[in-house]
């Protein structure tokens, strides 16, 4: 039981910081610094939502040990996501370095968020 408060956890943990995320990119659209599409910030979040909370409910339902190929397969899924915007949306032509940073950011969180769990599942082998 004392392994299912990570689930909530890092599922709190990446709303909070995509909410920070966001804001950057409003208070930078505000200043004129860099204004970036909404909707390309969007789909890269949602892809990584819904990868993120894979990872936890099957963590969450005691399959810890296909976290790994979740992980891999939606980095892949993600990786043609950035391929078809990139080839669709002129916007992302534009500033391809700021998407690619946010996507990279979104890439470390969800890397921090599988280190984390497959740390979770190895103290929970070594207890059996």
Known sequence: MKNLKVVPTCAVLFLLFSAIMFLIQWFLGNQDILH????????????TLVGILTMLIVFGLKKKNIIGFIFLGFVVFKLFAIGYIALFEKDFKNNLLAYFAIYWLYLAVEVAIVVTLVRKQDEYHKNI
């Open 36 to 47: 970036l599409s909404y909707r390309i910030h969007f789909l890269l979040f949602f892809v």
